[in-house]
């Protein structure tokens, strides 16, 4: 397992960017895919984006592809989303995730064993 640490939530305009960083620990972080949820009030937890363990292959949820783009630095054990064009409904508490899987195929709640504390982002309109 690794330990993860997210930063960089905020409040943003609509049709503004935030990076979201999440900064982890432990030896597997290089080999195991990463992943990026949220949650909004009185909803579920959703899948936001998922990066394999090099980099090398990601994957989007519908609602933020071609705005969200998901990217790891393994030397510095830190990865990234940075979103843009942000809209309201963008509003929820972001968790980074560290999957139980190289793979970014794998995007279920239950694909990931390590979370993060989650960081608030808040689109105002």
């Known amino acids: 397992q690794v330990q993860l640490v997210e930063s960089g939530g905020g409040l943003v305009q609509a049709g503004g960017s935030l990076r979201l960083s999440c900064a982890a620990s432990?030896?597997?972080?290089?080999?195991?895919?990463m992943g990026w949820f949220r949650q909004a009030p009185g909803k579920e937890r959703e899948f936001v984006a998922t990066?394999?363990?090099?980099?090398?292959?990601?994957s989007y949820a519908d609602s933020v592809k071609g705005r969200f783009t998901i990217s790891r630095d393994n030397a510095k054990k830190t990865v990234y989303l940075q979103m843009n064009s942000l809209k309201p409904d963008d509003t929820a508490v972001y968790y980074c995730?560290?999957?139980?899987?190289?793979?970014?195929?794998?995007?279920?709640?239950?694909?990931?064993?390590?979370w993060g504390q989650g960081t608030q982002v808040t689109v105002s309109s």
């Open positions: 995730a560290g999957s139980l899987y190289s793979s970014s195929a794998y995007y279920r709640r239950a694909d990931f064993g390590s």
């Open positions: 432990g030896r597997t972080f290089s080999m195991k895919a």
């Open positions: 990066i394999s363990w090099n980099g090398g292959s990601t």
